[in-house]
Nanobody
């Protein structure tokens, strides 16, 4: 099993910064991509940033220039600067890849999600 746990959310004022972390634990895992998604109240799930296995990173246009995602070993980060009220959401960590099992590398890649961390931007 692969587990993802986010941390770092909180209540901040507009213009502040936060850094989210997502730690992957459990089975050995071949990562194809890791990403941050968010879901604001009453809105659909939105991709915020994705890091492909190549290392290339893509961002939602609404966060480009303000958010930076990075990865170190089994930890995914999201540095959020100049936060705005519209960034208020639950932020979820996601990974897509293949798990090493007792019989070897799973032939099929799968999606894994964390439980989310809440970011509230309000004055």
């Amino acid at each position: 099993q692969v587990h993802l746990a986010e941390s770092g959310g909180g209540l901040v004022q507009p213009g502040a910064s936060l850094k989210l972390s997502c730690i992957r634990t459990g089975s050995r895992f071949v990562v194809h991509s890791m990403a941050w998604y968010r879901q604001a109240p009453g809105k659909e799930l939105e991709l915020v940033a994705r890091i492909a296995d190549s290392g290339s990173t893509t961002y939602a246009s609404s966060v480009k220039g303000r958010f930076t995602s990075s990865r170190a070993a089994n930890i995914l980060y999201l540095q959020m600067n100049n936060l705005k009220p519209e960034d208020t959401a639950i932020y979820f960590c996601h990974t897509f890849g293949q798990e090493w099992t007792s019989t070897g590398l799973s032939p099929d890649a799968a999606d894994y999600w964390g439980k989310g961390t809440t970011v509230t931007v309000s004055s």
